[in-house]
């Protein structure tokens, strides 16, 4: 709870502010704090009594990276779709009602969505999260569908659960989900599941692009193939067939 009351937004707290956001009272936060700093995991700057996440935070970060599966075997087939289409690729897995981005190559081109691994946002609002949501069970998709926020992210955004549901229902048909401006302004996104041999889905591929830099049919004609293929290529390496 202590760690997770730091984030983007709030990169410094004090004790107050982290008792207040936990719902702790203050000699237990103040407990937690000084455990977490004593294990390095928190910084305390003394002048300001403030502290923040310490880059030993990275270590964990690290050993996942290099221990699971999924990202191990889908690295050469995202480098392979990246080379190929030129535009930026991402793979998250579904964390919640949302999707957590756990590899990414940069496109080519400059832009200005500053995202980095790591970073969280609801599923049903990226391409990524909406192809994960479409193949697993009614049951779950459900759940997902009715317990996500609907906000106007953007002005082109869903903000209606029917709507939705009926997004998903077509990206369950076709294999594949193809999102503008749902997130990020201007954005283009395509992206396709990632399942093992027991049909299980794992996470899902993304290629995505501006809309400065590409229509929404040249995005069809361009991303949906690559996208496909490269999530196929890695569902097969996991022991789909």
């Not at 049909?199 to 996208?227: D, F, H, I, W």
């Amino acid at each position: 709870m202590v760690l997770n009351a730091f984030s983007r937004e709030r990169p410094l707290l004090t004790l107050a502010t982290i008792a207040k956001l936990t719902g702790l009272d203050k000699s237990a936060a103040q407990r937690f704090l000084y455990t977490l700093h004593q294990l390095g995991l928190l910084r305390k700057y003394e002048d300001t009594k403030q502290y923040s996440l310490s880059p030993r935070l990275l270590e964990f970060a690290y050993a996942y990276t290099y221990s699971d599966g999924l990202i191990e075997r889908a690295q050469p087939f995202l480098v392979e779709a990246h080379e190929k289409a030129g535009e930026t690729v991402n793979l998250s897995v579904l964390e919640g009602t949302d999707v957590l981005l756990v590899s990414r190559i940069p496109g080519q081109h400059v832009v200005t969505t500053n995202i980095q691994v790591g970073f969280r946002m609801p599923a049903l609002y990226s391409a990524a999260g909406r192809a994960i949501v479409a193949r697993l069970p009614a049951k779950e998709r459900d759940h997902i569908i009715r317990a996500t926020k609907y906000l106007k992210y953007t002005n082109e955004a869903v903000t209606n659960p029917n709507e939705m549901r009926k997004l998903i229902e077509k990206a369950a048909k076709e294999g594949y989900v193809l999102s503008q401006s749902q997130f990020f302004q201007g954005d283009i996104s395509v992206g396709a599941a990632i399942i093992d041999g027991s049909n299980a889905v794992l996470g899902a591929l993304c290629l995505s692009a501006t809309q400065s830099q590409m229509t929404v049919p040249e995005a069809r004609e361009k991303l949906v193939p690559a996208t496909i293929t490269a999530a196929r290529k890695i569902s097969l390496a996991m022991g789909a067939y």
